[in-house]
């Protein structure tokens, strides 16, 4: 079965920094796109950034050029490097991965998820 299970969440200061990761097992190779996503107290979840297989991101506006998404194919994990965090970007954090082409940080298009990280920022 395909598992995708995020670490790395947790309480921060504004300004600070935090790593994400997302282990993906029950793959030979990681899928074709995967991408973080949030999603805040009473909002709707959001697409944060993704990176395809060849390495292409994209990123919300929101977070572009503070958040960097990253793999590492031989560990099968999914990285996303917070700095000059904001109280706005807290929210649950959610890594999630899918198989079809075209690579975007769109919550319909994704098929698997993780369970999800906290990450708050005060």
């Known amino acids: 079965d395909v598992q995708l299970v995020e670490s790395g969440g947790g309480s921060v200061q504004a300004g600070g920094s935090l790593r994400l990761s997302c282990a993906a097992s029950?793959?030979?190779?990681?899928?074709?796109?995967m991408g973080w996503f949030r999603q805040a107290a009473g909002k709707e979840r959001e697409g944060v950034a993704s990176?395809?297989?060849?390495?292409?991101?994209t990123y919300a506006d929101s977070v572009r050029g503070r958040f960097t998404i990253s793999k590492d194919n031989a560990k099968n994990t999914l990285y996303l490097e917070m700095n000059s965090l904001k109280s706005e970007d807290t929210a649950m954090y959610y890594c999630?991965?899918?198989?079809?082409w075209g690579c975007g940080p769109v919550v319909a298009d994704f098929e698997y998820w993780g369970q999800g990280t906290q990450v708050t920022v005060s």
């Open positions: 990176i395809n297989r060849d390495g292409y991101t």
């Open positions: 029950g793959y030979t190779y990681l899928p074709r796109c």
């Open positions: 999630a991965a899918h198989g079809s």
